[in-house]
């Protein structure tokens, strides 16, 4: 019978990441060692009946210098693991500027990633080795979490606003990817795996569609230009600023004032917002008139890649293309 | 302290013997044997419900039951294991018992509330019955929304309303602890004279009505949102997910200490009986007590280190998170050092307590990894997490329940059980408990989430959930076995004398086994220091030595 002890170190935080946890795992059996050979050596020496009444004379009722010195000093051990865990939890949580980014949907009971262009899985996901990989993640109903043991890394999906998490594959293979937030029925099915390819072989498999699901034929920049039409969304948001809408050209990645005094760079949750939910921030110098709209999770993202494409006014963009698309990701 | 004891008068559990004088009894005595039977019935519940899900997961593919089953299983032994066994067993069966007997009063301060909370406590366990029994809940006990609230199908809002019902039995059970600590205690029992068993007991009391009113509200703000569509955390609807953790940990995670002080509570005087000594340090360990409770209140966020909150707040909350663990440790020292200079007798509760000492102390540890950010992130939802809270909440509350049972059954019901089979028991729930949970810290770091049925992506976790249960079978059979012998005992056990340990403190020394109606006649007069014990002298009269001159 075959006892696995460890998940394999598969990317950039793992070998890290295995490090403190095994000078946790000393610490606590060393200090568990202590205490039992403590009341083991107690328990031997005072055991009622053995050695001389006499070795009972005055008791030690308390002692402050060992009270102080053992809270002390387990708290400068737990604070050496705070420090310790702390910096790895900030580089956890700060994807490198130049990550390729994928985008993912949760939704019960599977998992929905979307490269870049248009190459669409399900309950898989495909990685090259060596690239940092930015996932930008959101659930169409309950809370999610998208593991994968061998990365050491997970985050929650959450409905209603995106998350992110990264992570540089460093070994290629096949790997779990596990759903770690209870999320009903079929929970424990809502996995599958990690493939890292060679970055060669990932640039093939990228190229050929995928091998497994027929991606959709337009890259979503692409789809998104086309739900922008369907929805006459140009009827008011047109290149320039006009009375009854701003402008969305040049919008991402811009600081955006709103009628109530509030400002926010517009980002993936604000369009989202804005999309869903209008009402709810409304640029200085408009009027409410936007209804709400239901798009799913995936022509949300969709959409966001359209508006991502639009330049500024001055300079409008050409129309999408395969080669712009994949020229803007770095 | 006064040690008289008048031997043939009536008890307690002989004043009346209609099913009226215990249903309607204000005697703090007769509630607590009522939550004893009572919280004995929803641990063999949460127990089956246990072993439902520990028999599914010898499979990758399971072996009974369906996916909805199995989540109705692992939902029914988390929330009846919690809300109607762990935060109520020791403080509604041996808090009542023993407080107003420590402190010297005849009864708790509100009587009748105490009753009423025996019924509030009753009602929400027979709406949760209800709730299992007709169409069940697959929630998980911790309700996140919005799979509780929108989502998920079945008796939620009945389960929800019934942990909303027994809550506020906590809180009257709370405030009537609270008062009587305050205003009840005999002349001469100073607050430096306390029990530690008193001081624990105060300190998770603050905790109980701090805490509990925020989480009844936040299950009720679920039902709302489940019954009338009002969004609150829901993004459907206008609300905030994330929210729901927010609220929910802000009290369950001081709601640990709710189930581990009243464990510390016990563990104290069975370390100082059973070591002959007083417990070291003791002031440290009572203000510890309150330390936690205070601390207890400002770590919630470290459930939420991979949930969305900021990553600046994670790092804060990971901060306090240590920061509590200091007290805890320091606990853990001074216990084993309470057998310094003393005449350690190993019966029965004594080992229990050595149990408790051992698994608190991995239980402890093993929260370094889930209290610091970036350690937390791999482990968070897993086979890790379940094993942590087992070593200290089962380790913890369950072992000090089982230490509390066989150290008070002898004042309780006056009569004594087998005690060989009682200390072998002891150990083979120590064996079972750990056959059954340090294979899950394995599973857990290769990954297995929690609240999985199946795990066929990965079949080579099986052979640790087949040792897992194996383990949890040896566990069962040594929680089942005092049923036996205690019931036994009731009906043939030898009579207790009043005070069979030779212990201190006014339950032993002024008052019967069983204790008269009122506990005490007239009231008691506290002289003496607290855990008065004399290891020498004890040593010397079991040699026939004359006692030693004062010089």
Redesign the interface.
Same mark, same amino acid.
């Given at each position: 019978?075959?006892?696995?002890?460890?998940?394999e170190q598969a990317s950039n935080f793992a070998v890290e990441?295995d490090t403190?946890?095994y000078i946790?795992t000393a610490?606590?059996v060393l200090?568990?060692l202590f205490?039992?050979l403590?009341?083991l050596g107690?328990?031997i020496k005072?055991?009622?009946?053995s050695g001389?009444?006499?070795?009972?004379?005055?008791?030690?009722?308390?002692?402050t210098i060992?009270?102080l010195s053992?809270?002390g000093g387990?708290?400068v051990i737990?604070?050496g693991?705070?420090f310790?865990?702390?910096?790895?939890?900030?580089e956890?949580?700060?994807p490198p500027e130049n990550a390729m980014e994928i985008n993912v949907i949760g939704k019960?009971w599977m998992w929905h990633a979307q490269h870049d262009n248009g190459v669409r899985e399900n309950n898989e996901l495909h990685v090259p080795v060596g690239t940092p990989v930015k996932l930008t993640m959101i659930s169409q109903?309950?809370?999610h979490?998208f593991?994968i043991?061998?990365f050491?890394?997970?985050?929650?999906v959450?409905?209603?606003?995106y998350?992110q998490m990264w992570f540089t594959p460093t070994k290629p293979g096949k790997y779990?990817l596990?759903?770690?937030?209870?999320?009903?029925?079929?929970?424990?099915?809502m996995?599958?795996?990690v493939y890292a390819l060679e970055p060669s072989e990932f640039a093939k498999w990228k190229e050929s569609g995928g091998d497994r699901f027929r991606p959709k034929p337009e890259m979503p920049a692409a789809a998104g230009k086309q739900l922008y039409e369907d929805f006459m969304c140009g009827s008011c948001h047109t290149e320039q600023d006009n009375k009854r809408a701003p402008s969305l050209y040049g919008l991402f990645g811009r600081q955006r004032q709103f009628t109530d005094g509030s400002s926010m760079v517009a980002d993936r949750d604000y369009i989202r917002q804005s999309l869903l939910?209008p009402e709810g921030k409304i640029t200085k110098g408009y009027e409410s008139m936007m209804q709400p709209y239901s798009f799913t999770e995936e022509q949300i993202l969709e959409l966001i890649e359209y508006i991502k494409t639009l330049g500024t006014p001055a300079a409008p963009a050409a129309p999408v293309t395969a080669a712009q698309n994949a020229g803007e990701q770095r | 302290m006064t040690t008289q004891v008048a031997t043939e008068e009536k008890n307690y559990l002989q004043e009346g013997h209609t099913l009226a004088s215990w249903l309607l009894t204000k005697d703090h005595k007769r509630i607590a044997v009522l939550y004893l039977i009572s919280v004995s019935f929803f641990f063999l519940v949460g127990s089956i419900a246990a072993m439902m899900v520990r028999l599914e997961l010898t499979s990758p593919r399971g072996v009974l039951m369906s996916?909805?089953t199995y989540?109705k299983a692992f939902t029914a032994h988390g929330a009846v294991m919690i809300f109607f066994f762990l935060l109520v067993a020791i403080p509604a069966v041996f808090g009542n018992f023993l407080i107003p007997i420590m402190i010297g009063a005849r009864d708790l301060a509100f009587p009748r509330l105490n009753l009423l909370s025996w019924y509030f406590y009753m009602a929400g366990g027979t709406m949760f019955l209800i709730a299992m029994m007709s169409g069940g809940v697959?929630?998980?006990w911790?309700f996140?929304?919005?799979?509780s609230s929108?989502?998920?199908n079945g008796q939620i809002t009945l389960a929800l309303v019934a942990a909303f019902v027994s809550g506020f039995s906590s809180i009257f059970t709370g405030v009537n602890f609270i008062a009587t600590i305050h205003k009840m205690r005999a002349p001469g029992m100073t607050w430096w004279r306390l029990p530690l068993y008193v001081w624990s007991h105060y300190a998770a009391s603050l905790i109980i009505i701090l805490g509990t009113p925020v989480v009844a509200i936040t299950l009720l703000l679920v039902v709302f949102e489940r019954v009338a569509k009002i969004g609150i955390f829901?993004?459907?609807l206008?609300g905030?997910?994330?929210l729901f953790q927010h609220m929910f940990w802000f009290y369950s995670h001081p709601a640990v200490y709710i189930m581990v002080l009243p464990g510390m509570a016990v563990i104290s005087e069975v370390m100082a009986c059973f070591?002959?000594?007083?417990v070291?340090?003791?002031?440290?360990v009572a203000l510890s007590s309150l330390g936690i409770a205070a601390l207890g209140f400002i770590v919630w966020g470290h459930h939420m280190?991979?949930?969305?909150q900021s990553?600046y707040q994670?790092?804060v909350f990971?901060?306090t998170s240590?920061?509590v663990?200091?007290?805890s440790?320091?606990k853990?020292?001074?216990w084993?050092?309470t057998?310094?200079?003393?005449?350690?007798?190993?019966a029965s509760p004594m080992i229990y307590a @050595?149990g408790f000492?051992?698994l608190f +102390?991995?239980g402890g540890? &093993?929260g @370094?990894?889930l209290?610091?950010?970036? +350690?937390?992130?791999?482990v &968070?939802?897993?086979y890790f997490v379940v094993a942590h809270f087992h070593y200290v909440m089962v380790g913890g509350t369950l072992l000090a329940f089982l230490a509390a049972l066989h150290f008070w059954w002898p004042k309780m019901f006056g009569v004594l059980y087998p005690e060989a089979i009682a200390k072998w028991n002891a150990l083979l729930v120590f064996i079972g408990f750990n056959l059954t949970f340090l294979p899950q810290f394995?599973v857990g770091?290769?990954?297995m989430?929690?609240?999985?049925?199946?795990?066929y992506?990965?079949p080579?976790f099986q052979?640790y959930h087949v040792m897992s249960t194996l383990g949890a079978s040896a566990l069962a059979i040594s929680l089942i076995t005092p049923a036996f012998y205690l019931t036994y005992s009731l009906f043939k056990g030898p009579k207790a004398p009043p005070n069979p340990w030779a212990a201190k403190g006014l339950e032993w020394e002024a008052c019967a086994s069983p204790p008269i109606k009122h506990n005490f006649h007239g009231v008691p007069v506290v002289v003496g220091d607290v855990y008065d014990y004399d290891?020498?002298?004890e040593?010397?009269a079991?040699?026939g030595?004359p006692p030693?001159e004062t010089h």
């Open positions: 019978m075959n006892f696995p002890f460890a998940p990441y403190l946890f946790i610490f606590t200090t568990t205490v039992f403590l009341c107690l328990i005072y055991k009622r009946g001389k009444p006499e070795d009972r004379s005055n008791p030690m009722h308390h002692n060992i009270e053992s809270s387990f708290l737990g604070l693991i705070f310790w865990g702390a910096k790895m939890y900030l956890m949580r700060q019960r109903d309950v809370i979490s593991y043991p061998q050491r890394v997970q985050y929650m959450v409905p209603g606003r998350t779990n596990f759903c770690a937030m209870h999320c009903g029925t079929q929970h424990s099915e996995g599958g795996y939910a | 996916n909805e989540n697959d929630a998980g911790t996140y929304t919005p799979l929108i989502y998920s829901s993004p459907e206008g905030d997910p994330v070591s002959r000594n007083k070291f340090g003791y002031k440290f280190f991979v949930s969305s990553m994670g790092i990971s901060f240590f920061l663990a200091v007290p440790a320091i853990v020292f001074n084993s050092l057998m310094y200079k003393g005449s350690v007798w190993l @050595l000492i051992g +102390t991995v540890l &093993t @370094l990894y209290a610091s950010t970036g +350690t937390d992130v791999h &968070t939802a897993t394995v770091y290769l990954g989430p929690r609240r999985y049925h199946y795990y992506f990965a080579e052979v290891a020498e002298a040593e010397r079991l040699r030595l030693k």
